[in-house]
């Protein structure tokens, strides 16, 4: 099997040790945490991620959190080798500009740039940046505007008149080296069209291995009708400790610290989302009841209460966060996408406690080779005892 590749999260909304809402379909302001989302502090995770051998770290979008594009740009010049998955939308920018911006930063960062393609749930929050299209026409868009980028990153001059773009002669004078990976999620049938036709790893969110499945498999049929590949990856948050008991009972901590009226207040919100994706979350704990949250062995439905999008936990062991990883790994999960509370911390308990793990079963290696020495130095070797 390939070996895993494991992303992290940089909270640009702001970092608790509580769960921070926010997320999918949040409004503006509903949500900040009590560390701000300061390079200085972004920084440190970004670090640490890299650190512990975390490929890349998902930046999201949306009126609820920073920009991601600035975000990350300064966050290249504070970190060495992560990549950073940038969340934009197509409706917020041109796909000329848009592929322009991409071989800048893949210049300047020296190709640490993956794109993560967000289509957009909420008519309200597309009107609010001026986008008016109903949910099918901006995923019509949004193959719009993958194809023209596609195009010109290969060093096509394009004319394209569509249904929802027109570009004419556009071209760029500097192609990016390599051109960004293309990560792209979605459960509505117009969603998986555009994932076969575009993308090159399709992200679902953390639903059981089940219903994951049925997913891969949707996708993956769609793609090779097309004659297209396509690789997953999986959006989780974690939880991860040295013993069952102690993981699950900081999933109790987080549980008790949610406001059932802030619990409510969240779910009617989420109710009334266009996304296939969240109704499929909000299902998953039957709209707030906290009884039985547990909803596949390890895989903890909590953090979806009050949190929009992803909202399901790897919780356990660290060999128990392995075995389900490992589990998602054997349906074709290749890359997993994760986040912890708060994600300075529980990135360390996930690098330092299920990595290793996962390593020793082969699954995993860590993505930075060892350094050379440099020129003129000798490298250390452990002093010869003198014969008498």
């Known amino acids: 099997m390939p070996a895993l590749t494991f992303h992290w999260f940089l909270p640009t909304t702001g970092d608790s040790r509580h769960v921070v809402g926010g997320g999918h379909g949040a409004a503006p302001g509903s949500a900040a945490g009590d560390r701000p989302a300061s390079v200085e502090y972004l920084g440190q995770i970004a670090r640490t991620a890299e650190q ?8 999201p979008t949306g009126a609820w959190c920073e920009d991601a594009w600035l975000t990350t740009a300064m966050l ?52 609010a940046y001026g986008d008016f299209l109903d949910k099918d026409q901006r995923y019509a868009r949004t193959g719009e505007f993958l194809d023209i980028v596609r195009r010109l990153w290969t060093g096509e001059t394009v004319d394209h008149h ?28 117009a969603a998986v069209e555009v994932a076969a036709r575009h993308t090159d790893v399709y992200l679902t969110w953390g639903e059981p291995p089940q ?23 999986i959006r989780l948050h ?36 266009e996304s296939e994706g969240q109704r499929r979350m909000r299902a998953l704990h039957r709209g ?14 909590g953090v979806g209460l009050v949190r929009g999008g992803a909202g399901t936990a790897l919780v356990g062991s660290h060999t128990e966060v392995a075995d389900l990883i490992e589990e998602y790994h054997r ?28 390593q020793r079963r082969g699954l995993w ?24």
């Open 52 to 59: 512990l051998g975390f490929v890349g770290a998902l930046t």
């Open 76 to 127: 290249t010049q504070v970190t060495e080798r992560l990549k950073f998955l940038v969340a934009f939308r197509p409706g917020q920018i041109g796909p000329t500009l848009s592929a322009q911006m991409a071989a800048t930063y893949q210049r300047q960062s020296h190709g640490r740039l993956l794109l993560n393609v967000v289509t957009g749930g909420e008519s309200a929050e597309q009107r």
């Open 162 to 189: 569509g249904a929802h773009l027109r570009v004419e002669g556009a071209r760029l004078n500097r192609l990016p080296e390599p051109a960004p990976l293309i990560y792209f999620g979605g459960s509505s049938p």
């Open 211 to 233: 219903q994951v499945k049925q997913k891969i498999d949707e996708v993956r049929s769609r793609a090779a009708a097309l004659g297209r590949e396509v690789r997953f990856g």
């Open 238 to 273: 974690t939880i991860s400790r040295d013993t069952s008991a102690q993981a699950w009972a900081e999933a109790e901590r987080l549980l008790a610290a949610m406001d059932p009226d802030r619990v409510k207040a969240v779910q009617e919100g989420l109710a009334t989302s």
């Open 288 to 301: 707030g009841d906290t009884s039985d949250l547990e909803i596949h062995p390890n895989l903890w439905a």
């Open 331 to 358: 349906l074709g999960i290749e890359e997993f996408v994760l986040s912890g509370v708060p994600h300075l911390e529980e990135a360390y308990w996930f690098g330092e406690g299920v990595l290793p793990v996962l």
């Open 365 to 388: 290696a860590h993505p930075a080779a060892p350094r050379a020495p440099e020129a003129g130095t000798v490298p250390f070797a452990a002093p010869v005892e003198a014969r008498p």
